[in-house]
């Protein structure tokens, strides 16, 4: 495999079988927001390959049912999160929303390290990732409503 194969092989684990977010850890003052991929498979080798890659770390999922397959989680934070995500996005379809938003997220700043604009930034980041990840009927009213707020804030 070539480096553009392996880039949109990743990309499809992703945009299937992923997550991208942006986490937000309590860390006394003032919460800190994080990027993070997971992509959840049941087949370890799958994830070994993205480990391979771009590092991570990869633990067992508990399993809701006792009959149902062990799943696997691959986890990327911070900065390799980031990464991984400029490396992958000119193949994302389904979650490019997601990876503009994480890769928009400033990097290493706590509550206490940034100006009220960069929180608040960091805050509607977070916010609407939220929303894109959510699943079901009153989660596509939610995603129609978060554009039409964008339309309406962007300059003319």
């Not at 299937?16 to 919460?31: D, F, H, M, N, S």
């Not at 960091?122 to 964008?150: C, F, P, S, V």
Request: aromatic share 8%; charged share 30%; net charge positive.
């Amino acid at each position: 495999m070539n480096i553009s194969e392996i880039r949109a092989y990743a990309a499809a684990l992703v945009d299937g079988e992923g997550t991208i977010r942006v986490t937000r850890l309590l860390t006394g003052y003032k919460a800190r927001y994080v990027p993070e991929v997971t992509v959840y498979n049941s087949i370890k080798d799958v994830l070994l390959f993205l480990d391979k890659h771009w590092g991570g770390d990869i633990r067992p999922k508990r399993r809701a049912i006792s009959t149902h397959r062990q799943e696997y989680e691959w986890r990327v934070r911070r900065a390799k999160a980031k990464e991984f995500l400029r490396q992958i996005m000119p193949y994302l379809i389904i979650k490019r929303e997601q990876a503009k938003l994480a890769l928009a997220c400033p990097l290493g700043k706590s509550g206490r390290d940034t100006t009220p604009s960069e929180y608040q930034k960091m805050e509607d980041i977070h916010k609407k990732i939220t929303i894109l990840n959510r699943r079901g009927r009153r989660a596509e009213q939610l995603r129609m409503e978060l554009k039409t707020q964008e339309q309406l804030s962007l300059p003319i």
